[in-house]
Nanobody, 127 residues
Framework: QVQLVESGGGLVQAGGSLRLSCAASGRTFSRYTMGWFRQAPGKEREFVAVISWSGGTTYYADSVKGRFTISRDNAKNTAYLQMNSLKPEDSAVYYC????????????????????WGQGTQVTVSS
C-alpha cells in the first residue's frame, strides 16, 4: 500500500509561483513513476507532468511546458512540482499519483496506469 500526501497549494496572483510537494509512504518510492494531474471545476482530470523512477525522463502537458518543472528526491520519498508564471487557467485541484507496475512510458500521460493517488491540493491563481 502506498499513501501520497500533497502539500503546497494556495492562493497566488497571476505571474506568481508555487511549489507542490507529494510525500509518499513505502520503501520502494524510487521504483515508482510519479505523475501530477489537475482537475478544474466542471472539467475532466488532465495530465500535467510525469517523472520516471530515476528522474531521467520527464514529460509535460503543452499548456505548462516551460513554466512547470517536475522533480523528485528519492532519499526523501518526495516528488515536487515547481510552478512558475502561473495563470488563472492553472487554477485547479492538483493530484499526485504513483505508477508502481512498470507501465510503459507511452501510457504515462493518461490516468489509467496510476494505481495510487493523493487527496489533492487546491491551487487558485487570481487575475
Amino acid at each position: 500500500q502506498v499513501q501520497l500526501v500533497e502539500s503546497g497549494g494556495g492562493l497566488v496572483q497571476a505571474g506568481g509561483s508555487l511549489r507542490l510537494s507529494c510525500a509518499a509512504s513505502g520503501r520502494t518510492f524510487s521504483r515508482y513513476t510519479m505523475g501530477w494531474f489537475r482537475q478544474a471545476p466542471g472539467k475532466e482530470r488532465e495530465f500535467v507532468a510525469v517523472i520516471s523512477w530515476s528522474g531521467g525522463t520527464t514529460y509535460y502537458a503543452d499548456s505548462v511546458k516551460g513554466r512547470f518543472t517536475i522533480s523528485r528526491d528519492n532519499a526523501k520519498n518526495t516528488a515536487y512540482l515547481q510552478m512558475n508564471s502561473l495563470k488563472p487557467e492553472d487554477s485547479a485541484v492538483y493530484y499526485c499519483a504513483a505508477e508502481t507496475n512498470g507501465s510503459p512510458a507511452t501510457n504515462w500521460k493518461t490516468a489509467r496506469p496510476y494505481d495510487y493517488w493523493g487527496q489533492g491540493t487546491q491551487v487558485t491563481v487570481s487575475s
